[in-house]
C-alpha cells in the first residue's frame, strides 16, 4: 500500500480498510496502490479503492495501471469519484461482462516508483510488513502480519510464531521506533493490550 504515513498521525477519514503481509508478498515486490473491487453499471465501469496518497497522479485518463497476478496492463479511460473511491473504465473494455475478471484483483506499481520519504517516523505499508515487533525490554511480540485503517488511528495486527495476534493503535504512546536496518518495531505495551496482562 504506498500510503505515506507518521507513526503519531491520525489515520484517513474512512475507516475498515486493510493490507496484509501475503497479500503484500503475492504483489511480486510491487506496491499496491488500489484495489478494483466490483463492476458498476453496464458501460465497463469497475470501483476501485484507493490505497494512494496521490490518486490524482496514478488515476487519470491515459494512464496506465497493471492489474492482478499477471499485471495486466490497462489504459485507463475515465475517471470520476463515487463517495470516497473511483470508478474507473478501460481502453478496450467497453461493458461490464468484459471488467468482470478484474473483480477484487490488486493494483500496483514497481516499487521504483514510489517517491522516497525523508522523515524517519514516515513509512509506506509495504515497507514494514512482516517487520518484527518487539517490547522496549527486547520482548518479541511476533510479526507484523496486517495493517488496519480505522476512523481514529491504524491498528497494527501482530502475530506470534504459535498463531496468537495482538492488536497495537499506531499511537505515539505504543509505537516506539521504527528499525528498518534490523526489520524491527519498538513498542510500549500500555496495560491492557495483552490478554495476559488482563487475567488476575
Known amino acids: 500500500m504506498a500510503r505515506r504515513k507518521k507513526r ?6 474512512s475507516y475498515g480498510r486493510s493490507l496484509r503481509w501475503e497479500d503484500a508478498q503475492a504483489a511480486g515486490g510491487r506496491v499496491i496502490i488500489g484495489k478494483l473491487r ?38 485507463i479511460r475515465t475517471v470520476r469519484p463515487f463517495g470516497e ?3 474507473l ?3 478496450g473494455y467497453p461493458d461490464r461482462s468484459a471488467v468482470e475478471m478484474f473483480r477484487n484483483q490488486w493494483v500496483t506499481i514497481p516499487e521504483a ?15 514494514i510488513l512482516g517487520f518484527r515487533v518487539q517490547t522496549e525490554d527486547g520482548r518479541d511480540l511476533g510479526r507484523l502480519v496486517e495493517i488496519l485503517e480505522t476512523g481514529a488511528n491504524d491498528v497494527f495486527i501482530v502475530e506470534d ?5 495482538v492488536l497495537l493503535p499506531v499511537i505515539s504512546e505504543v509505537v516506539r521506533k521504527f528499525d528498518f536496518d534490523n526489520e524491527k518495531i519498538i513498542v510500549h505495551l500500555l496495560p491492557g493490550l ?7
Open 85 to 87: 473511491h473511483l470508478l
Open 161 to 165: 510464531d504459535a498463531g496468537k495476534r
Open 38 to 75: 466490483r463492476p458498476h453499471g453496464l458501460r465497463g465501469e469497475v470501483l476501485l479503492e484507493v490505497l494512494t496518497d496521490v490518486p490524482q497522479q496514478r488515476f487519470v485518463p491515459g494512464a496506465v495501471i497493471y492489474v492482478g497476478p499477471r499485471r495486466v496492463p490497462l489504459t
Open 113 to 127: 516508483e514510489v517517491a522516497p520519504l525523508r522523515d524517519e517516523d514516515e513509512y509506506y505499508d509495504f515497507e
Open 194 to 200: 495483552l490478554e495476559e496482562d488482563t487475567t488476575t
Open 8 to 13: 503519531s498521525a491520525r489515520g484517513p477519514r
Open 89 to 91: 473504465s478501460f481502453e
